[in-house]
């Protein structure tokens, strides 16, 4: 049930946002970067504000906050677009990869430079919501119009907005039915908790990103699916953490301050290098960057 609600809810969204963003006269990257990035990041947020919640009544929940955001941005950047890459050739106009891939830079440097004191004040959360806040509205006013139309069965109007809405809930709930599912599995074969927490649940978040991700390249929509990634890890380094800290001060653990943090950054840069150098992605740059997070997930395995 949870593979077929990731399926049926990718057709759904894909349509309606193609559909909104030819109405709107919006970029395909923009629907990307901003639409479908929020909507497939809902549960990250869901978890960020249940944690602030409980932060204030006495209960730490800091370590799920921070370990989902960072667990995402990880999965995403080296395994969902990793994956991407070597199903089909990714490519990026070099003024979009300047403009967004050093914004993408400085949120990991930001949430580095705020948490280096191993929290995130009420303040430093709000800082981290307004650079999300301002970096979306620079994005909106700078977008681009599409470059050609697309025959498309939506036409943008309140059918394809409910078509992007049920897609989207569509889509986080088949994720939440597929992770519950791997997870239950995991437990029934004696699988232990580190291997469920590091593989299936970091794995499980991106789950969204992943089937919108796929299905885009599908539609040969590749800057959207690039988008989606971008957008998706500019939102999970700022605003999951950042509402978190505004509900109640974030405690970050020192580990993944001196580690993970740094290997995301390391990481990200070698992808926009790439990018840039090799004028696109394609199948050996893939493996590379698969092969980086499954050396990633070695670590973590050795360390816990």
């Known amino acids: 049930?949870?593979?077929?609600?990731?399926?049926l809810g990718t057709e759904l969204t894909i349509g309606g946002a193609l559909a909104i963003a030819r109405r709107h006269n919006l970029s395909e990257f923009f629907v990307g970067l901003v639409i479908l990035s929020i909507g497939?990041?809902?549960?990250?947020?869901?978890?960020?504000?249940?944690?602030?919640?409980?932060?204030?009544?006495?209960?730490?929940?800091?370590?799920?906050?921070?370990?989902?955001?960072?667990?995402?941005?990880?999965?995403?950047?080296?395994?969902v677009l990793g994956l991407c890459a070597v199903i089909s050739h990714l490519t990026l106009p070099r003024s979009f990869l300047l403009k967004h891939g050093s914004v993408l830079l400085a949120s990991t440097l930001l949430l580095f430079l705020v948490?280096?004191?191993?929290?995130?004040?009420?303040?430093?959360?709000?800082?981290?919501?307004?650079?999300?806040?301002?970096?979306?509205?620079?994005?909106?006013?700078?977008?681009?119009?599409?470059?050609?139309?697309?025959?498309?069965?939506?036409?943008?109007?309140?059918?394809?907005?409910?078509?992007?809405t049920v897609g989207l809930s569509t889509v986080i709930l088949g994720s939440e039915f597929t992770v519950s599912s791997v997870v239950n599995i995991?437990?029934?074969?004696?699988?232990?908790?580190?291997?469920?927490?590091?593989?299936?649940?970091?794995?499980?978040?991106s789950l969204p990103e992943l089937?919108?991700?796929?299905?885009?390249?599908?539609?040969?929509?590749?800057?959207?699916?690039?988008?989606?990634?971008?957008?998706?890890?500019?939102?999970d380094t700022l605003l999951p953490i950042g509402i978190a800290a505004?509900?109640?001060?974030?405690?970050?653990?020192?580990?993944?301050?001196?580690?993970?943090?740094p290997y995301i950054f390391v990481l990200t840069a070698l992808v926009l290098g790439l990018f840039y150098l090799k004028k696109g992605l394609r199948r050996r740059e893939?493996?590379?960057?698969?092969?980086i997070y499954a050396i990633y997930v070695m670590i973590k395995l050795q360390q816990m």
Not at 143 to 156: D, K
Not at 188 to 203: H, K, N, P, R, T
Not at 211 to 232: C, E, F, H, P
């Open 115 to 164: 948490a280096f004191d191993g929290m995130v004040t009420h303040t430093e959360g709000l800082i981290l919501i307004t650079f999300y806040t301002v970096y979306v509205i620079a994005l909106l006013y700078g977008s681009e119009p599409p470059m050609h139309e697309h025959g498309l069965v939506a036409h943008g109007g309140l059918r394809s907005w409910a078509l992007l």
């Open 211 to 235: 089937s919108i991700s796929i299905s885009s390249i599908m539609k040969n929509r590749t800057q959207l699916s690039v988008g989606n990634i971008v957008g998706s890890n500019i939102l």
């Open 246 to 261: 505004v509900i109640s001060i974030v405690r970050f653990d020192r580990s993944l301050l001196l580690f993970d943090l």
């Open 286 to 291: 893939g493996l590379v960057i698969v092969s």
């Open 186 to 205: 995991a437990q029934a074969f004696q699988v232990s908790e580190v291997v469920i927490s590091v593989l299936i649940i970091g794995l499980g978040t």
């Open 1 to 7: 049930a949870g593979l077929i609600g990731l399926w």
């Open 40 to 79: 497939s990041d809902l549960p990250e947020i869901a978890v960020a504000v249940d944690a602030g919640i409980k932060g204030l009544m006495g209960q730490e929940a800091s370590g799920v906050v921070v370990g989902t955001s960072v667990g995402s941005v990880i999965t995403q950047i080296g395994f």
